[in-house]
């Protein structure tokens, strides 16, 4: 483990402005770290506490600090991402996911109703023939029922209700399959939905997990399908999940990690999508972008505290 002082001297925090509002912001902060083995990301969001937080910069130390492990494919298949938006501006977003064959589309937002799900979806449908939801724990288990019949055929449910116990009650009820997230991530126990029957498919993404290396290993374990997502990550984020992905011995469904699309700007030119794909390899942020794009003084020192509640937690 890196001595704290290291990890600060190395520090990069970045406000990155974005083309639509995602999971109620509209300026992703960042802090990144130039480590002696690359560069890592640590981007818990803001609500999250240290105990939680210190998975995210676990991360992101493992990826500044250690080797990555081998790709075994050099390319990933990417869903779209399509945000809570008009079923209107479902073009405007789909047109930057170029060739993409999966498209991910959020749900359950609040403050908008199931019709508005069911028109966004159509309009998806009609571009992207595989359409996969996502409601982040949003539903009951009667509105997660209601809603599969509704929105026509999924590819899967994404997290349609909070708890391992209504994931379980819904997968009987419905013959659409049930993906686990958050009930993966922030878990005691990662495999609690396969012990209780409760998901089809598991949807790991690396820094809320811990770093690559704890990603891989629950994919080894978890015994059921995995989709390796972003959680609104940098290109240094994005890179991480791609080498992630690239491990796995088996990769059945497209990966959530085409988001790079929702900023405006970015720390670095990432390869454009090519045929729904998106190449695997190491990202170098741009100096002129990291000054460009820094978060002002007293973010930066908000990160900077942040990291020090965090570091005492990390795994040593």
């Known amino acids: 483990m890196p001595p704290l002082d290291d990890i600060l001297d190395r520090l990069h925090v970045v406000a990155l402005p974005m083309r639509v509002k995602f999971r109620g912001i509209t300026v992703r902060e960042l802090a990144l770290i130039d480590g002696p083995s690359g560069w890592g990301e640590f981007g818990a969001f803001t609500e999250y506490q240290p105990e939680e937080a210190a998975h995210w910069l676990a991360s992101a130390v493992e990826s500044a600090y250690q080797p990555l492990p081998q790709p075994i494919r050099d390319r990933i298949p990417i869903n779209a991402t399509v945000p809570a938006v008009g079923a209107g501006r479902v073009p405007e977003v789909l047109a930057r996911f170029p060739g993409a064959k999966t498209a991910k589309v959020k749900v359950a937002e609040p403050g908008q109703h199931l019709a508005d799900d069911v028109a966004r979806v159509e309009a998806v449908r009609a571009l992207i023939p595989t359409v996969r939801v996502d409601a982040n724990g949003g539903w009951t288990i009667e509105q997660a029922e209601e809603a599969a019949k509704a929105l026509g055929p999924l590819e899967y449910l994404e997290q349609p209700c909070a708890t391992v116990a209504e994931l379980a009650e819904l997968r009987r009820r419905t013959d659409t399959p049930i993906a686990a997230d958050e009930s993966i991530r922030k878990a005691d126990d990662p ?114 505290d942040r990291i020090k509640a965090c570091h005492p937690l990390l795994p040593r």
């Open 191 to 304: 495999f609690a939905v396969t012990k209780a029957g409760a998901a089809d498919i598991a949807v790991l993404k690396v820094a809320p997990l811990g770093g690559i290396s704890k990603l891989l290993d629950i994919a080894g374990q978890i015994g059921i399908p995995v989709v390796v997502s972003s959680a609104i990550d940098s290109a240094v984020g994005i890179a991480a999940g791609l080498r992630a992905a690239a491990a796995l011995p088996d990769l059945q469904h497209a990966c959530g990690l085409g988001t790079g699309s929702l900023f405006i700007e970015d720390v670095a030119d990432t390869p454009p999508q090519h045929d729904g794909y998106l190449p695997v390899q190491s990202i170098k942020p741009d100096p002129a972008r990291l000054h460009a794009l820094a978060a002002p003084p007293d973010r930066r020192q908000w990160w900077i």
